[in-house]
């Protein structure tokens, strides 16, 4: 059975994306479901190799998931052709995005993390506002309605 690829994506890979990445697969895990491969990259080279967020980390800490040995990455052009699904955290990582892979890029492997909820917005910056706990919120939601849509369960 072919993996089901997952890349999700914000701006700096330190914050946001490696929420949802391990998340995800924490969530995965838990559920006993294979067959999923998931990571997480950058639109910018701002933070390229430096580890999760301090404060993004002790929330993922608090809830039992560990990150350790994360660094952030840019995404490429490979990774598009890679991975099934390419999900962003805002509409600024489309933007970005687009600046990466160039022309002719069929997006329909692309969406925003809510739009997988129901809801299109924007998951929650905390570098900004300082809320973990808000994009802790959203980026269960998301993943939860990942889970569910990609094996079936709504």
């Given amino acids: 059975m072919q993996k089901i690829k997952i890349l999700f994506v914000c701006h700096g890979n330190i914050c946001r994306s490696p929420?949802?990445?391990?998340?995800?697969?924490?969530?995965?895990?838990?559920?006993?479901?294979?067959?999923?491969?998931?990571a997480s990259a950058a639109t910018s080279?701002?933070?390229i190799g430096n580890p999760?967020?301090?404060?993004?980390?002790?929330?993922?800490?608090?809830?039992?998931?560990?990150?350790?040995?994360?660094?952030?990455?840019?995404?490429t052009v490979q990774d598009y052709g890679y991975y099934d699904y390419i999900v962003?955290?805002?509409?600024?990582?489309?933007?970005?995005?687009?600046?990466?892979?160039?022309?002719?890029?069929?997006m329909s492997k692309v969406s925003l993390l809510m739009d997988w909820t129901g809801k299109s917005r924007d998951v929650a910056d905390p570098w900004?506002?300082?809320?973990?706990?808000a994009t802790w919120d959203d980026v269960n939601e998301g993943c939860d309605a990942m889970i569910a849509k990609l094996t079936g369960q709504s």
């Fill in 19 to 38: 929420m949802a990445e391990f998340v995800m697969k924490h969530k995965l895990a838990s559920a006993g479901l294979e067959g999923f491969e998931v």
């Fill in 45 to 47: 080279t701002e933070e």
């Fill in 52 to 75: 999760v967020y301090p404060p993004a980390r002790r929330m993922l800490n608090s809830h039992g998931i560990d990150c350790s040995g994360k660094h952030a990455r840019q995404m």
């Fill in 88 to 106: 962003l955290m805002d509409r600024n990582n489309l933007r970005n995005m687009r600046w990466i892979l160039g022309d002719g890029h069929d």
């Fill in 128 to 133: 900004y506002t300082g809320d973990f706990q």
